[in-house]
Nanobody, 119 residues
């Protein structure tokens, strides 16, 4: 199983980034997928998830700024992040096989992609 994130980087506050996550080694379309993040000194938190039937969930802090989507034909998960804030700075992880925003339930994890938002 491989889960690989990309698309992180440095962006100014108010800017946008699009994260991608490409997975292999399992039937992508059958599993719920999620994005999580962890900032230094903080616990990992759920950003967004999308179920196998495309139900979506968002952390309260997202407040309409992020959009999760999936392309099952490409085995790829996306996270469009707009109106970024310095407090969004964190390592962002893609995960597969869990339930909603509960990180403890996810089976497969990527190595993460760093998002840094400057003020």
């Amino acid at each position: 199983v491989q889960v690989v994130e990309s698309g992180g980087g440095l962006v100014q506050a108010g800017g946008s980034l699009r994260l991608s996550c490409t997975a292999s080694g399992f039937t992508f379309g059958d599993l719920n997928m999620g994005w999580f993040r962890q900032a230094p000194g903080k616990e990992r938190e759920g950003v967004s998830s999308i179920s196998w039937n495309r139900a979506t969930y968002y952390g309260e802090f997202v407040k309409g700024r992020f959009t999760i989507s999936r392309d099952n034909a490409k085995n790829t998960l996306y996270l469009q992040m707009n109106s970024l804030k310095p407090e969004d700075t964190a390592m962002y992880y893609c995960a597969a096989g869990g339930s909603r925003l509960d990180a403890r339930t996810y089976h497969y994890w990527g190595q993460g992609t760093q998002v840094t938002v400057s003020s």
